[in-house]
């Protein structure tokens, strides 16, 4: 999650996770199972201010790892957001777990 102001900046990134989706690449095949980035509700206050909001998801840990140490579509991502001057770091969760309720394939 990204507290990244200003429109113009805002689809920039947007735009980078849209090249990162085509450009992803692991032993010469895309690896990212799940990529999904967005804008949240500006008048929600439960974004605290956070104005970007990605999802990534992996087959494996060693997807993940690869995702943030080597691949380049990622890497160019990075470089990114930091001339865009976010507020803050992004904040980054990893977390595992199973759905207890699931009907979005419904």
Known sequence: MFKLHGAD??????AAYEKLAKDNN??????IAYLCAGLSNPEDPRNK??????QTKFRSIDD????????TAH???KALVKGLGPEE??????????PLV???QA
């Open 89 to 98: 770091p992004p904040l980054t969760v990893y977390f595992d777990g199973t």
């Open 75 to 77: 890497q160019e991502l």
């Open 49 to 54: 201010g956070y104005t970007v909001i990605s």
């Open 26 to 31: 692991k032993d010469g095949k895309p690896y």
């Open 102 to 104: 699931d009907q979005t």
């Open 64 to 71: 993940m790892k690869f995702y943030d140490e080597a691949c």
């Open 9 to 14: 900046k805002q689809k920039q990134l947007l």
